[in-house]
């Protein structure tokens, strides 16, 4: 899963843009040029998926760009951290049973899914292995 979700943007005004996520409708913020608009859109969409793992919500595959809308990814932090709490809910894996996988105490793998600790990505990693997933990293032109 990529955490890449297409966004809306909307002047409302000479220093207002707006800027909307039909995947994540909680996720609305706005910025005073387009510039702007989209580095807040990064914040609110972190925000966004932070809380639903914190709230143990679904995360949303990202629908597919509509014309007109700017695709805004989370930092790979956040999307290893929720990588690892959807493959968690699909796999109906308790955290004390991941953790007995790996071989470390539920307050690890907790950590690992709290998006406000830093987590060793290697960490997520085999984390994501106990789970049969693979965490993929790639970059693409902005």
């Given at each position: 899963m990529r955490f890449?979700y297409p966004?809306?943007?909307q ?5 207002e843009?707006?800027?909307?996520f039909?995947?994540l ?12 608009a ?6 609110a ?11 143990r919500?679904?995360?949303p595959?990202p629908?597919?760009r ?8 989370v ?11 959807v493959?968690?809910?699909e796999s ?6 991941l953790?007995?996988?790996?071989g470390i105490?539920e307050k690890?793998?907790r ?5 406000r600790?830093?987590s ?6 085999e984390a994501?292995r ?13």
């Amino acid at each position: 899963m990529r955490f890449t979700y297409p966004a809306r943007l909307q002047r409302t005004g000479t220093n207002e843009i707006v800027v909307s996520f039909r995947d994540l409708p909680e996720c609305l913020t706005s910025g005073t040029d387009e510039a702007d608009a989209l580095a807040e859109a990064t914040d609110a969409l972190e925000e966004a998926i932070a809380g639903r793992i914190d709230d143990r919500e679904s995360i949303p595959c990202p629908s597919p760009r509509r014309t007109g809308e700017r695709l805004v990814s989370v930092l790979a932090d956040t999307a290893a951290k929720a990588a690892l709490w959807v493959a968690l809910r699909e796999s109906g894996t308790s955290r004390v049973a991941l953790a007995a996988r790996l071989g470390i105490d539920e307050k690890a793998v907790r950590r690992m899914l709290d998006p406000r600790h830093r987590s060793s990505a290697n960490r997520i990693h085999e984390a994501l292995r106990a789970l049969g997933q693979d965490l993929v990293v790639e970059t693409h032109a902005a």
